[in-house]
């Protein structure tokens, strides 16, 4: 399942992660461990929706971008949350030596921006998530969310309504 928006403004990337949200917080979905894949340029909004899914989730703290310690945790509600920002990993083995694989338990919820900085140390995303800026518009995005487990379908079709 592919779904695309169109993000016109920051509110619309706002309201798109309510929906999400929602989806996560869905009791049928509690007890699942989820993984979502975010990837897009830099300054494409990966941290702005991950701020908003996370305050939409209930988190009522500020959200740092994990840039620089590569991953912030929350507790809301009955889950963990880890935000990851793999940007300026410079060898995915570094995953290991943080002992990736523990993030990835239970129902844990793990964000991961730049993905592809830990390919071959990471599990299967059940959503992908890439975002893009329109051509000649600043502050409008596209974003695609793709579903690539059942998990993932499950989600997105909550999303969908």
């Given amino acids: 399942m592919r779904i695309e928006f169109k993000l016109e403004n920051e509110d619309a ?36 929706f991950s701020r908003y899914l996370l305050q939409a989730m209930g988190h009522s703290g500020s959200v740092k971008s994990p840039t620089y310690t590569l991953v912030e945790p929350y507790e809301i509600g009955p889950r963990q949350v880890f935000h990851f920002d793999l940007y300026r990993l410079g060898d995915p083995l570094e995953l290991e030596y943080m002992g990736i694989r523990d993030y990835f338990v239970g129902n844990n919820l793990c964000l991961i921006e730049w993905p592809n900085k830990g390919e071959g ?17 600043y502050d409008q995005r596209v974003m695609e969310c793709v579903a690539l487990s059942e998990i993932g379908q499950q989600i997105l079709k909550k999303v969908q309504g």
């Fill in 13 to 48: 990337t706002a309201q798109l992660a309510q929906r999400i949200a929602a989806a996560l917080v869905d009791t049928s979905l509690q007890e699942q461990g989820i993984c979502i894949y975010l990837e897009g340029d830099l300054g494409a909004g990966k941290t702005t």
């Fill in 121 to 137: 140390c990471l599990p299967s995303a059940d959503v992908h998530i890439n975002l893009s800026s329109l051509a000649m518009q």
